[in-house]
Every structure is written in C-alpha cells, then in structure tokens.
C-alpha cells in the first residue's frame, strides 16, 4: 500500500522521515532542505521517538531493523517508496518539483527502482553508526523529540 489514512493532524507540515544512518538519505534531507525555499518540509529520523509517535498516530509501527522507505506523512496520510519521494519533490523549487509528473508511471514500476537503490544504499553509499548531530539550522526543521516539546 502506498498510502495510509490515520488519524494524525491533517494541519501539521508535511514530514519527512528518513533513516538517520544512512549517507543517501542525510544528502538526500540536505538536498531537501537546499530547495525547499519556503521551509514547508519537516524532518524526522525514522530512529527517533518522534518518527515513532507520529507514525502511532498514524495507526502504523516502525518495523525494527533498518528502514528500508523514506516515509512522507502529508495531510493525515503516509506513503512510502517512489511515490513519498514524488510527492516530496512537489514542495521544491522549480525545476526539481517537476520530477512530480513521474507519479503517472504505475507504481510497481517506479518501487521496482526505488527498491533497487534502497537495498543497496548502504553498499553504495555508506552508513554511520548513529544519527548525525543536526546544525541549529536544521534542528529548526525537525520534528522535537517528546522530552524538547515539553520544554
């Protein structure tokens, strides 16, 4: 399923989840975050606590192990793969939301590559053995963790 419904505040911005180990997917946040000019994107490791409570909101579990989809929670509603990775390119600045118009190839096609990069992400890519520590510029764009929202 590429979507799915769940109670989660329809209001808040669009967030982003992504695994924190992996070195596609922090450059892939950094890429994000360059041209996301109007500052609409969120951003949340799928290790932390507040990945996991929204997706609870959200009626949907973080599967142990490591991630294997960035995740885009958009009005309510999560998808996954290839098209979470489309939808997000809409709130980029031009010419790069344009890659939104690959929506209409059919989605198993699409997954086939997205899950052809993401099983070999680490391989190509690398990893790290934590969360990177996020700039004051960035922590401004993720989601606080449950103990720094009551602060």
Known sequence: MTAMNGPANAEIAPVVLF?????????????????????????????????????????????????????LVEGGRVYKESTAALRTARYLKWPYRWSYVFIVVPRPIRDVFYRLVARNRYRWFGREDSCRVPTPELRARLLPEPDESSS
Do not use: H, K, W
């Open 19 to 71: 695994d924190g180990v992996c070195n596609l997917c922090n450059s892939s946040v950094n890429f994000l975050i360059d041209r996301d000019t109007a500052g609409r994107l969120r951003f949340a490791s799928l290790q932390s606590e507040a990945a996991r409570r929204l997706l609870g909101e959200c009626g949907i579990e973080v599967p142990e192990g490591d991630p294997d989809s960035m995740l």
